[in-house]
């Protein structure tokens, strides 16, 4: 059976995932330390969106997902690596950004998700 050829963010995901396992720095979904290669190569494919076992719509979503993990910095690697900054939005609650925001008296606050709280914030820095 051949396989269908994977996209250049497919590979990359996969890439990324198995720099994690070589590093130590893999862990399964109940949070040991991945030792296997055959677990890291299957947990590559699966967060790549190239698993075997899953529909075309079931790879994609998880493609997405993993896409979106990657942006927010939540990857291992990225932890790691320390491309998360410190103290920055995803590290602080929507209340805590809030109580900011109504300490430096920044309009419209009421109505700002986590995201506009810390953008407004930054702004204000500056």
């Known amino acids: 059976m051949k396989m269908p050829k994977q996209s250049g963010a497919q590979k990359k995901t996969v890439g990324r995932v198995m720099h994690e396992w070589k590093h130590g720095e893999l862990e399964s979904s109940q949070g040991g330390k ?3 290669r055959r677990q890291a190569v299957a947990i590559a494919l699966s967060e790549a969106g190239s698993s075997r ?5 079931q790879n ?3 493609l997405t997902r ?12 990225q932890e ?18 809030y109580r900011e925001a109504k ?18 914030l930054q702004r204000k820095r500056a």
């Not at 076992?53 to 719509?57: C, F, K, L, N, Y």
């Open 34 to 36: 991945v030792k296997s």
């Open 103 to 120: 300490k430096r008296q920044i309009p419209g606050r009421s109505r700002m998700n986590k995201a506009q709280l810390a953008r407004a």
């Open 53 to 57: 076992d899953r529909s075309g719509s």
């Open 66 to 77: 993993t896409k979106t993990k990657e942006r927010r910095g939540q990857t291992a690697q």
């Open 80 to 97: 790691k690596e320390g491309r998360r900054a410190a103290g920055s939005a995803s590290s602080r609650t929507r209340a805590e950004l």
């Open 60 to 62: 994609r979503r998880q």
